[in-house]
């Protein structure tokens, strides 16, 4: 019975991916031009992205949708994002089905029930521990931003007492680290193409500030945006007062990182100590048995 069971879980997962795939591939072939990281499975994305579409996520589960949208904002950007996250959703879902078919042939070949059981758990456990890892991404990704600004804060400041303004501050900064990948100085390049497109100097960093969407570069944008006008003295000494407070944060986030990473080390100090404990102690009860 439980082999029936499996071979028809099994017709239904590839015969339902393959006619789909056949009605539905070339609809969403321009998901697959979308310039987005860490996706393995993007060939067998269509299937499931028609069902997402067709089940209606984003209106039926806004609160998911809406955060898996965030997340994708953050780390790739304000454009297509909706289709990202569509995307992304697909590959939780590819995964899931992937799972459930080894599943389902584990337990048609052992003839056990755990095979089916334990791949529809782990099909509903991958998807959530992806959300979370994108989640993760993001906070590392705003937690990096924080403690790289007051950094890149006092070297605007040091030119632009020199005589630079903020504009031409900003340029040296970016032109400084061309060639690092880190989250800050990537958006900084977009205010700097922004500036080349034709954008004004408030429109750019407005759209600094909603790209990052981090309380600290707000603060930032705006002290910049109403003191860059004056120059001189004045701006110096409120990014300078910026700079304090940023500084201050980026103490508290490396301390807790600190600890984070402390925190991890238990478990191995805790395994290693048994380890010890078990080398040391043998010897004690092999000589008492004797």
């Known amino acids: 019975m439980l082999i029936w069971v499996c071979g028809i879980l099994l017709i239904l997962l590839l015969g339902g991916w393959v006619v789909l795939n056949h009605k539905n591939g070339r609809r969403y072939q321009h998901y697959s031009r979308l310039k987005m990281e860490g996706l393995r499975l993007r060939k067998l994305s269509p299937p499931f992205l028609f069902i997402l579409e067709q089940s209606k996520v984003s209106t039926r589960a806004p609160i998911l949708f809406f955060r898996i949208q965030r997340s994708v904002q953050k780390i790739h950007g304000l454009r297509y994002s909706a289709e990202m996250s569509l995307l992304f959703m697909a590959e939780c879902l590819a995964y899931s089905w992937i799972i459930l078919i080894g599943g389902s042939l584990w337990s048609m070949g052992t003839a056990d029930p755990i095979g089916v059981l334990g791949g529809a758990f782990l099909s509903v456990l991958l998807p959530v521990s992806m959300v979370k890892d994108l989640s993760k991404k993001v906070m590392i990704r705003d937690q990096d931003i924080v403690m790289e600004l ?141």
Not at 221 to 247: C, E, I, Q
Request: aromatic share 8%.
């Open 150 to 290: 007051p950094e890149m804060l006092n070297k605007i400041i040091l030119l632009v007492g020199a005589g630079e303004n903020v504009q031409k501050a900003i340029v040296h900064c970016v032109e400084r680290k061309a060639e690092d990948n880190h989250p800050l100085y990537a958006e900084l390049r977009k205010i700097v193409g922004d500036w080349e497109g034709g954008h004004s100097f408030q429109q750019a960093f407005e759209q600094f500030s909603r790209r990052c969407a981090i309380q600290e570069v707000s603060i930032f944008t705006t002290t910049v945006l109403l003191n860059f006008r004056r120059g001189g003295n004045d701006f110096v000494l409120a990014l300078r007062d910026l700079s304090r407070v940023l500084w201050e944060k980026r103490k508290a986030i490396a301390r807790t990182r600190g600890e984070q990473a402390s925190s991890k080390l238990i478990f191995p100090m805790v395994v290693i100590f048994m380890v010890v404990i078990v080398l040391v102690g043998a010897p004690a009860f092999m000589m008492m048995n004797m």
